[in-house]
């Protein structure tokens, strides 16, 4: 049977000359119309990191923290196999408040994105109205408040995960950062 599904695909692309692509994920409508200033992301990754960590730095702000010492084309390499692991799999994140009164998003795969509070409250009024777009399509997150109620908090953590879905729908590296530099 598994050889003639196989066989079959064959013969349909040797007759129609097209493939069919496997599903995209899903993923969500919301594109903040506003950026993080990178180096302040970098500055408080390497903080939180107390500098001791390789990273990644994707355009939209998330990062890649990587093994020690890899060549930049490991490095890049890694960070590109993290976003992508993320993606194929549902992309659970982990929020957390720091010390610094920041945000991190953190995701199954070891990859984080900083939501800088100020710049969070500079556009409130964009995340306060399209908080829910940063869903999926039928997705349902259970927070204490019930089924997709979000908080500050909540809101700000879904903020920090459209920028992590835009970078890995178009990735693109603009910094490995060293541990100590």
Same mark, same amino acid.
């Given at each position: 049977?598994?050889?003639?599904?196989? =066989?079959?695909?064959?013969?349909?692309?040797?007759?129609?000359?097209?493939?069919?692509?496997?599903?995209?994920?899903?993923?969500?409508?919301?594109?903040?119309?506003?950026?993080?200033?990178?180096?302040?992301?970098? #500055?408080?990754?390497?903080?939180?990191?107390?500098?001791?960590?390789?990273?990644?730095?994707?355009?939209?702000?998330?990062?890649?923290?990587?093994? &020690? /010492?890899?060549?930049?084309?490991?490095?890049?390499?890694?960070?590109?196999?993290?976003?992508?692991?993320?993606? *194929?799999?549902?992309?659970?994140?982990? !929020?957390? !408040?720091?010390? %610094? /009164?920041?945000?991190?998003?953190?995701?199954?795969? !070891?990859?984080?994105?900083?939501?800088?509070?100020?710049?969070? #409250?500079?556009?409130?009024? #964009?995340? $306060?109205?399209?908080?829910? %777009?940063?869903?999926? $399509?039928? $997705?349902?997150?259970?927070?204490?408040?019930? &089924?997709?109620?979000?908080?500050?908090?909540? *809101?700000?953590? =879904?903020?920090?995960?459209?920028?992590?879905?835009?970078?890995?729908?178009?990735? $693109?590296?603009?910094?490995? #950062?060293?541990? /100590?530099?």
């Amino acid at each position: 049977m598994l050889r003639r599904s196989f =066989l079959g695909g064959v013969l349909a692309i040797a007759v129609t000359g097209t493939v069919t692509a496997a599903p995209s994920p899903p993923v969500p409508a919301w594109r903040p119309s506003f950026a993080q200033p990178r180096d302040r992301v970098i #500055e408080r990754i390497r903080y939180y990191s107390d500098g001791r960590r390789d990273f990644a730095v994707f355009r939209h702000g998330t990062c890649v923290v990587l093994d &020690p /010492g890899l060549p930049d084309v490991d490095a890049r390499a890694a960070s590109l196999g993290a976003l992508s692991g993320i993606l *194929k799999a549902h992309p659970d994140m982990t !929020p957390t !408040p720091m010390d %610094d /009164g920041n945000l991190l998003v953190r995701y199954n795969h !070891p990859a984080a994105n900083v939501v800088l509070r100020d710049v969070a #409250e500079a556009h409130w009024d #964009e995340i $306060e109205r399209r908080h829910l %777009d940063g869903l999926v $399509e039928a $997705e349902v997150l259970i927070t204490p408040l019930g &089924p997709n109620r979000f908080d500050a908090f909540g *809101k700000q953590a =879904l903020l920090g995960r459209a920028y992590m879905f835009m970078d890995a729908l178009a990735p $693109e590296i603009v910094a490995v #950062e060293r541990a /100590g530099s």
